[in-house]
């Protein structure tokens, strides 16, 4: 089968463009700048002709001719929608950015999608972030729960979600993931585990002092391998039911204090810990947890990764950064 994955040089896209190559898929891809293409050079040396570097087009998701484009060469069966604002202070910083983007930039690729290639499936990638406030009421939360977002990012991806289910009633075949936080290598520094991971990676190296800064640490998170997220995408994209709505999330309440923790267990030189005011966001709600009963019973879909083990990675691909100086 042929894809086309928006955002395809993120975080998540070049392990998404991976798994569907494995499965003897070919892969095509958008990316705002060929900049983000450098994720993706190990993929087009190891797949070759099913993922040359002409299969990844640059077209930004606010440009409709460009994505008009990006579709009719890719010939898609189907798409998988990545592209976005994703960083939640980025949006708090630049509200109308993150609403354009995720808003209109998912409507353009649908639009083009519905022109270009009707009978194509769409799983469109939104966020349980969309759930906000609900997260502290609802210890787990289920598809049910109302939306009651609490930043720009989360109001945008509740709203392009509802655009998304529109679509799929009025005759298009989109299918909608709301994924919780996920983790693993590639994963920009900005976001936590990531930032944690980079720390203890350059102290171990000799590159800053013994110290790594940290927000509130009792915030409560549902962290789930990216990894397991994208082979969640696959599972929703083959098995889901057209229109639905589906949240891919591991059910596992992890105080940020526990990814410390095991950083610091797994790090190879002794740490300590300093809370920052600047690390501490004022406006995150205190607990985001979810159950993905509803992918699982659907699709047969399942996290496998134990944290521990998606942070061992993490933290070997910041040694590996550090160490060739990228
Ligand atoms: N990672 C998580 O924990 C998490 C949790 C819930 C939901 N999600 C959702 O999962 C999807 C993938 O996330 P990710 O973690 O892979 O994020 P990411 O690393 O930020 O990737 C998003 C990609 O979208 C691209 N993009 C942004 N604006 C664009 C535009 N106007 N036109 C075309 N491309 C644009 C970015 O390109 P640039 O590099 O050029 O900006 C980036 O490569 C997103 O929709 C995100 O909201 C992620």
Known sequence: MRFLITGIGGFA????ARALLDAGHTVHGVVRRRGSMR???????QFGERFPSGAVITADVLDPRALLGAVAEARPDGVFHLAGVTYVPASETDPLAAHRTNFFGSLNVLRAVGEVRPECRVLFVGSGDAYGAAGNEFSMISEEVPLQPVSP??????AADLAAFQWHWAG?????????NHTGPGQDSRFVCSSFARQVAEIEAGQRPAVLEVGNLDVIRDFTDVEDIVAGYVALWERGEGGEVYNLCSGRAVPIR???DELRAQARSAIEIRVTEVRRRPNEVRRLVGTAARAQSKTGWRPARPLAETLARLLGYWRERVRAKV
Request: hydrophobic letters at 45%.
């Open 39 to 45: 994720a993706l050079e190990p993929l087009h040396m």
């Open 13 to 16: 896209g070049p392990h998404l």
């Open 258 to 260: 526990t990814v410390v």
């Open 153 to 158: 990012y989360g109001v945008s991806k509740a």
């Open 172 to 180: 298009g075949n989109v299918v909608r993931a709301r994924p919780f």
